[in-house]
């Protein structure tokens, strides 16, 4: 019973996601996570789920309880000085466009416990469309996943606006380059963009409901800030940039390094775990943000 539950609550959420985010989808959502808590209290996973989804409507109160209750039926672990250096291994390289206006302020790699894999959370100081949506960063994913056997990126995946980008061409060349990849970050709104990413066709897949849907390309993003941002008038955004000023070329002109890895080094924000949303909350921000996909596919259920 808690299983079918737990479904309706995944299938709600991703039609809140998917369809405008309405507040009684939404309801719908938590009503049949917290049924199907009642049955299964110890599911770490739905925990984290409800978590996530209280997060989202910025309930962080909720949220925070969730998550505290997630990471007592699964620790996460301290990282050690190996953990440090594997983590500062992978750390991608960052281009951002020259005319960039926000600076990076915080980065958290989460190491999964079980696969090869590592989640950089990447938290810009704000997202140009949303001046107003109370969230004093601009939160991006980066995962690097490699073999542990050679040591070699064996996937480079991003988050592009709700669609996850993956290109051979960005693993060849992090390991041409000591495995760390070469991740281009869109003006303003940040979005991560894997080399190679002009063939693709962004999509932001819903699993749950079998819905994929159709995510702005750079292109189109250009069109819309070369015009203006989303909300110029807001007051937080009154000394922000009011639209990009060049050309496309300009536009996607990502040739200014920003280190990821003297963040690492200065703040040592690594941790391992299974729920990267659950151990920022509660291990390392004291602000908030919006919570991001965990991992770039179902890295969750692994037995211990």
């Given amino acids: 019973m808690n299983k079918d539950y737990f479904e309706k609550g995944d299938m709600y959420l991703d039609m809140y996601d998917a369809y405008g985010r309405n507040a009684i989808v939404f309801e719908s959502a938590i009503k049949n996570y917290k049924k199907g808590l009642q049955f299964a209290p110890n599911d770490t996973l739905y925990h984290c789920r409800l978590g996530y989804a209280y997060h989202l409507m910025r309930r962080l109160t909720e949220a925070s309880s969730e998550y505290k209750v997630a990471l007592k039926l699964d620790s996460p672990r301290l990282a050690s000085e190996d953990d440090l250096k594997l983590a500062n291994k992978y750390a991608p390289r960052l281009f951002v466009n020259p005319e960039e206006f926000f600076s990076l ?12 894999i590592i989640a950089y959370n990447l938290f810009w100081e704000d997202d140009i469309d949303h001046p107003g949506d109370n969230d004093p ?3 991006e994913v980066v995962w690097i996943e490699f073999d542990q056997n050679n040591g070699k990126v064996t996937g480079v995946y991003t988050y592009f606006h709700r669609a996850i980008l993956s290109t051979e061409e960005a693993v060849k060349d992090a390991n041409l380059h000591h495995q760390r990849a070469r991740i281009g970050v869109q003006w303003g709104g940040h979005g991560s963009l894997p080399l190679g990413w002009e063939g693709l066709k962004p999509e932001a897949v819903y699993e749950k409901i ?5 995510v702005r390309n750079m292109p189109e993003r250009y069109q ?11 007051p937080i955004a009154r000394n922000w940039p009011k639209r990009f000023e060049g050309t496309y070329k300009d536009f996607i002109d990502f040739s200014q390094y920003i280190d990821s890895r003297r963040l690492l080094k200065k703040k ?3 941790i391992i775990s299974r729920w990267p949303n659950a151990v ?8 908030n943000y919006f919570p991001k996909r965990q991992w770039p ?6 037995t211990k």
């Fill in 105 to 116: 302020k915080d980065v958290v790699a989460v190491i999964h416990p079980k696969r090869s």
């Fill in 137 to 139: 960063s601009d939160h």
């Fill in 210 to 214: 079998g819905q994929r849907h159709k």
């Fill in 224 to 234: 819309k800030l070369s015009k203006s941002i989303r909300n110029p008038g807001h």
């Fill in 268 to 270: 040592k924000m690594v």
């Fill in 280 to 287: 920022i909350n509660q291990y390392f921000f004291a602000y």
């Fill in 297 to 302: 596919k179902n890295m969750i259920r692994v």
